[in-house]
């Protein structure tokens, strides 16, 4: 089982627009991750996001290069703040391969808590608009298999 990690890309501040819609720097930078995995050809059975619109519009351009099995949907307890116990759970009796496009600190909680046992380890440096990819083994072992972020290519 893959689970692909998100955040979203760069949005604007409140301030510009209380709706936080990407910016144009996030709009290029999740288009250079898209066409950089496109050749990847992946497939996966869920694209998962939170309801704010950087996650919606970030999920918007992966869609267009990952094929999705089942469907694109906004899924509860995606919030910067959520728990992400319960989502662990749901992840490891799921086992199917899942997107989830969200934002920090909820990510990074994820994350860690998925390889280490403890969501407030820190293990992963996320960056907007990058992707994580863990791999989920069984017994409870999730293994960080590949991190691509804007910054590295060209």
Not at 31 to 50: C, E, G, M, R, T
Request: hydrophobic fraction near 40%.
């Amino acid at each position: 089982m893959k689970l692909y990690l998100v955040q979203h890309a760069k949005a604007a501040s409140k301030d510009a627009d209380p709706q936080r819609p990407l910016t144009e720097e996030g709009r290029r930078d999740i288009q250079k991750v898209a066409a950089f995995i496109k050749p990847l050809n992946l497939s996966v059975d869920y694209l998962w996001h939170s309801g704010k619109k950087r996650a919606v519009q970030t999920s918007e351009f992966l869609a267009e290069v990952v094929k999705i099995n089942e469907t694109q949907i906004i899924h509860d307890g995606l919030g910067p703040n959520d728990d992400v116990t319960a989502l662990k759970n749901e992840l490891i009796s799921a086992r199917q391969d899942i997107i989830i496009v969200g934002h920090l600190p909820f990510l990074s909680k994820l994350a860690s808590l998925l390889l280490t046992g403890c969501e407030s380890s820190n293990t992963v440096a996320f960056k907007q608009a990058g992707i994580v990819c863990l791999d989920y083994s069984g017994d409870n072992q999730w293994q960080l298999d590949w991190l691509i972020i804007p910054e590295l290519l060209v």
